[in-house]
């Protein structure tokens, strides 16, 4: 069963930084494409980004690209989320999940794609 841990969140000003990582544990990394979604109180989750199974394809939310860069390092079976230039509109909860999807290229998009999810961390942008 995998498991998957967010951590890096907190309390930024705008136009600082975080970065994110989600750690996962109980299978490899290689097995599945990895997302990052993030709701707001009171709004839908969203995708923000995501990495495919063989690590070559990545896709990001249109209000993120340019600021955000998601990233995996196998080694420690664990993907990050890099983000610059965070806005007050970034402020949610950040998930990260999990999809079947090994061996493709395949970056799924909607919560219904993925199988897995962590607990999600706070993040707050605000002066």
């Known amino acids: 069963q995998l498991q998957l841990v967010e951590s890096g969140g907190g309390l930024v000003q705008p136009g600082g930084s975080l970065r994110l990582s989600c750690a996962a544990s109980g299978s490899t990394l290689r097995a599945y494409a990895i997302g990052w979604f993030r709701q707001a109180p009171g709004k839908e989750r969203e995708g923000v980004s995501g990495i495919s199974s063989r690590g070559g394809r990545t896709n990001y939310a249109d209000s993120v690209k340019g600021r955000f860069t998601i990233s995996r390092d196998i080694a420690k079976n664990t993907v990050y989320l890099q983000m610059n230039n965070l806005r007050p509109e970034d402020t949610a909860v950040y998930y990260c999940?999990?999809?079947?999807?090994?061996?493709?290229?395949?970056?799924?998009?909607?919560?219904?794609?993925?199988?897995?999810w962590g607990q999600g961390t706070q993040v707050t942008v605000s002066s």
């Open positions: 999940a999990a999809g079947k999807y090994g061996g493709s290229w395949y970056v799924p998009t909607e919560v219904d794609e993925y199988d897995y």
